[in-house]
């Protein structure tokens, strides 16, 4: 079957309606990172192109600056977000299918843009981790190997340019995880020309490795040694295999499943491939466009290499790794070069169309297509919520020890108004953006002239959603009834807010303030 390469891109793009069809729903999604997002794109500058706080394993802005038009469209930074997110899944799928229709045809192009469409980390870095750069990775990383290509074929200067820029984004998008990518564009250079001298494939793996050591350890220099010495978070091999979203083991929730059909395709390929191996001088179909078996298997070679390579960084027994070449210096979670594993295993899979034509054939190619989707469904559910708190949080809270609040003030909101009636309540909406291992008990202080006139201290809900239980991305709506004495004044009045420890009192730091409290004016 052949099929024009517009017809195959308007197909791919048709088919990642569904990744980008929660998107649609009305509100925003409760993702690990809740509104940062939404937060940064609001107070979007110049100079947050690169993270001032941690430039080399945080996110740059570059990724916010493709949102910031929808921005000024619409005037909702969540609005935006969403739109930003959905053409990221649109714009992956294009890349992906421009760059492997190049080695597998039409086919295995779309069937390769399918899966890593819907692989389930890619799905998990947007709607459940709410990673918002990293999902215009997944972006950039594809174009720029399409882009090389092209330069190692043509070499143009337009298309040397692009690819010098789309290696700029990637790197001010997030640039410690790009890094990681950008080394394995020198044994891959290699690959795709297609160099069958030993020596040469041996210096480039070399070389790379150089590139990688030297760029952790300028980025230990510009962390000032702050990587952690034993990385946190390394995974158990099952877990690449398991589809449960939380093993209990990290406690974070995160699925890091490879994908049963992407693995499954993956390792037909290389059955196919072994198979077809054997047929020495087995001649091509006649008339066929693409490269023959023998150019492609160097790229199905360096693909399945630099696969076990990535799944071996984020498994416990690369620790040691880790710790002497300090790649925490790279990333903030050694989870984190799954993304990376979204390329070999979308090449892989794609490549079953090459290797057997008859899975090209529309039915099959169909089916399979369908089969992609259907077993990542799951992930396309978030838990969404209609609230908005805008421009900011009312406050963030940042417990001793913590490198980032974790625990947000969305809105506050009293009703009815002071004055009607003896009892007024505030309705505090909660968001926290990593577990919270104490259970904090709410205060409440009803202010008029600095006097306190009534407080509310409780848990919030009254006990029932404790502080420890929350899940990251949940929102937590909190109300304190506060009973106003008989002669209080008829105002205005003033509330102070805020958190505390009940067995010893301390509260928990607000930032931007000294004395651990929001306050709210009561109108």
């Known amino acids: 079957m052949k099929r024009s390469p517009w017809l195959g891109a308007l197909l791919v793009v048709l088919l990642a309606v569904m990744a980008v069809a929660p998107l649609t729903y009305p509100g925003f999604f409760e993702s690990q990172s809740g509104f940062l997002p939404s937060f ?3 107070h979007l500058s110049p100079a947050s192109v690169v993270d001032r706080v941690d430039p080399v394993r945080g996110e740059g802005g570059l990724a916010y600056w493709l949102a910031w038009p929808f921005l000024k469209l619409s005037g909702r930074g969540v609005i935006a977000v969403k739109w930003g997110y959905g053409l990221s899944f649109v714009f992956g799928a294009l890349a992906v299918y421009g760059w492997a229709r190049r080695w597998l045809g039409s086919e295995g192009g779309a069937l390769a843009a399918v899966v890593y469409t819907y692989l389930p980390w ?3 870095t947007v709607y459940l981790r709410g990673a918002y750069a990293e999902a215009w990775l997944w972006v950039l990383w594809p174009a720029l190997l399409l882009a090389w290509e092209a330069r190692l074929r043509r070499g143009t200067a337009l298309v040397r340019l692009a690819g010098v820029a789309l290696g700029v984004a990637a790197l001010l998008v997030q640039p410690g995880l790009s890094f990681f990518f950008l080394v394995f564009l020198v044994p891959y250079a290699v690959a795709v020309w297609r160099v069958r001298w030993w020596a040469a494939r041996v210096v480039a793996v070399v070389l790379a490795m150089g590139l990688l050591v030297f760029g952790a350890w300028v980025a230990a220099s510009v962390a000032g040694g702050q990587a952690a010495a034993a990385p946190a978070g390394l995974l158990y091999p099952f877990q690449l ?3 449960a979203w939380d093993q209990g083991l990290s406690g974070d929730g995160l699925p890091y499943q490879l994908g049963v059909v992407a693995v499954g395709l993956s390792i037909a390929a290389l059955a196919l491939w072994a198979a077809r191996a054997k047929q020495t001088g087995a001649p091509e179909d006649p008339g066929d466009e693409h490269a023959s078996l023998l150019s492609l298997s160097p790229a199905l070679t360096f693909w399945l290499v630099a696969l076990l390579v990535i799944l071996f960084l984020t498994l416990r027994p690369s ?7 300090h ?16 390329l070999p295993l979308a090449f892989l899979a ?5 290797l057997d034509r008859r899975l090209a054939e529309r039915p099959v190619w169909a089916g399979l297509a369908a089969l992609a989707i259907l077993a990542s469904y799951a992930y396309l559910a978030p838990h969404f919520t209609r609230v908005d708190p805008g421009a900011q949080p009312v406050a963030e809270f940042q417990p001793a020890g913590t490198v980032l609040p974790p625990i947000q003030l969305l809105v506050a909101g009293m009703g009815p108004a002071a004055g009607i009636t003896s009892t007024v309540t505030l309705t505090l909406t909660w968001q926290a953006l990593a577990t919270v291992p104490e ?3 709410v205060f409440v202080h009803l202010l008029a002239a600095g006097t306190k006139l009534a407080q509310s201290d409780a ?3 009254g006990g029932e959603c404790p502080t420890s239980g929350w899940r990251p991305g949940a929102i937590v709506v909190d109300r304190h009834p506060i009973v106003l004495p008989p002669n209080a004044p008829p105002g205005p009045y003033r509330l102070a807010v805020g958190l505390y420890l009940l067995a010893t009192g301390e509260r928990v730091p607000v930032v931007g303030r000294d004395d651990g409290t929001v306050t709210i004016d009561v109108r």
């Open 319 to 325: 620790a040691p790794l880790w710790r002497a070449l």
């Open 350 to 354: 794609g490549s079953v169309t090459r």
């Open 241 to 243: 295999l398991s589809a």
């Open 439 to 441: 259970d904090y008990t």
């Open 327 to 342: 790649l925490g210096s790279l990333v903030t979670h050694p989870w984190q070069p799954l993304a990376l594993a979204g």
């Open 40 to 42: 940064r794109l609001q």
């Open 122 to 124: 890619h799905l998990a």
């Open 459 to 461: 848990r919030p809900c």
